[in-house]
């Protein structure tokens, strides 16, 4: 992700955040706003009954527009799936950009960061206990299916709350959702790896190993799907063999591990990951054992 898309998007979602909160259209006070003294051209044309000639009037109207104000905390929590990560730390580099924007531009607003640390409860308990200490909630959901109670109880108490990145199952509560098409990212991942592949010269079947994320989370799944609908035909033909599937649980450590265990079993050719820490994980276990 680039700088310019972390800060884009996080100006969307907290203006979008903004806009719920105050009744406002979005753009009109929050990121452009109106100035204090309009001057408006009133054109009125009068027509003349005796003759055809035809009288134009024209006038100056000034009118002072008075800029909606909001003295009101705006208060954002924004609960991540897991900190310490370079994607999670653009989110946040991007939230802390956007609020700074909006703070010159008068609006008064805070964030607060929370880690789940992938842990389905924490988040729970975390959208939870955001109820009347917060204006609006931004989640990354850890868990597609076990959050949305939470989801729903929040709203019901009045707390906005935008689904980011990770969907949840439910789509009455994406509303509004903000993320990106995991499953076609994955295809065009799976075409780059048979492309890679191809332009190799290695020899077929290619033996390939799949490392995936912690499956309650949508984007994973999403990912998964993606990698077999380009794989798929491959697999079939013979092209392919899947040599090893595994869950890297999101996590460069637990990549690193399970792959020299797949490495211990025999050589590979080729591997796919569903998140950038795992492949970082892979690579290291890759160079531990002296491949490239």
Same mark, same amino acid.
């Given at each position: 992700?680039?700088?310019?898309?972390?800060?884009?998007?996080?100006?969307?979602?907290?203006?979008?955040?903004?806009?719920?909160?105050?009744?406002?259209?979005?753009?009109?006070?929050?990121?452009?706003?109106?100035?204090?003294?309009? $001057?408006? =051209?009133? #054109?009125?044309? @009068?027509?003349? *009954? +005796?003759? &055809?000639? $035809?009288? =134009?009037? #024209?006038?100056? @109207?000034?009118? *002072? +527009?008075? &800029?909606? $104000?909001? =003295?009101?905390?705006?208060?954002?929590?924004?609960?991540?799936?897991?900190?310490?990560?370079?994607?999670?730390?653009?989110?946040?580099?991007?939230?802390?950009?956007?609020?700074?924007?909006?703070?010159?531009?008068?609006?008064?607003?805070?964030?607060?960061?929370?880690?789940?640390?992938?842990?389905?409860?924490?988040?729970?308990?975390?959208?939870?206990?955001?109820?009347?200490?917060?204006?609006?909630?931004?989640?990354?959901?850890?868990?597609?299916?076990?959050?949305?109670?939470?989801?729903?109880?929040?709203?019901?108490?009045?707390?906005?709350?935008?689904?980011?990145?990770?969907?949840?199952?439910?789509?009455?509560?994406?509303?509004?959702?903000?993320?990106?098409?995991?499953?076609?990212?994955?295809?065009?991942?799976?075409?780059?790896?048979?492309?890679?592949?191809?332009?190799?010269?290695?020899?077929?079947?290619?033996?390939?190993?799949?490392?995936?994320?912690?499956?309650?989370?949508?984007?994973?799944?999403?990912?998964?799907?993606?990698?077999?609908?380009?794989?798929?035909?491959?697999?079939?033909?013979?092209?392919?063999?899947?040599?090893?599937?595994?869950?890297?649980?999101?996590?460069?450590?637990?990549?690193?591990?399970?792959?020299?265990?797949?490495?211990?079993?025999?050589?590979?050719?080729?591997?796919?990951?569903?998140?950038?820490?795992?492949?970082?994980?892979?690579?290291?276990?890759?160079?531990?054992?002296?491949?490239?």
């Amino acid at each position: 992700m680039s700088a310019t898309a972390q800060r884009t998007a996080s100006m969307i979602i907290l203006g979008l955040i903004i806009g719920l909160i105050i009744g406002i259209p979005i753009g009109m006070t929050v990121f452009k706003p109106a100035p204090a003294v309009q $001057t408006v =051209t009133h #054109t009125v044309t @009068v027509r003349g *009954t +005796a003759t &055809p000639s $035809t009288i =134009t009037v #024209t006038k100056l @109207v000034t009118v *002072t +527009a008075k &800029p909606a $104000t909001q =003295t009101k905390q705006l208060r954002i929590a924004l609960l991540l799936m897991g900190a310490g990560n370079p994607y999670w730390d653009a989110w946040i580099k991007g939230v802390d950009e956007a609020v700074k924007d909006l703070k010159r531009l008068g609006v008064p607003i805070s964030y607060t960061v929370f880690d789940a640390k992938y842990d389905p409860k924490i988040q729970y308990d975390q959208l939870l206990s955001a109820i009347g200490k917060f204006e609006a909630v931004i989640i990354t959901p850890v868990d597609r299916v076990g959050i949305q109670p939470a989801i729903e109880e929040a709203r019901k108490a009045g707390l906005i709350v935008i689904v980011a990145d990770n969907s949840v199952v439910r789509h009455d509560l994406m509303n509004p959702f903000i993320g990106s098409d995991h499953k076609k990212g994955a295809e065009l991942e799976a075409k780059a790896l048979i492309k890679c592949l191809r332009e190799s010269g290695k020899p077929t079947p290619w033996k390939v190993v799949v490392i995936h994320g912690v499956t309650s989370a949508a984007a994973n799944v999403l990912r998964l799907q993606g990698f077999y609908n380009i794989l798929k035909p491959f697999i079939e033909n013979g092209t392919i063999k899947v040599v090893a599937v595994q869950c890297g649980e999101d996590r460069a450590d637990k990549a690193y591990n399970v792959m020299l265990s797949i490495l211990a079993k025999g050589p590979v050719d080729a591997v796919i990951s569903t998140n950038d820490a795992q492949a970082v994980g892979v690579i290291r276990a890759l160079e531990a054992s002296g491949l490239t």
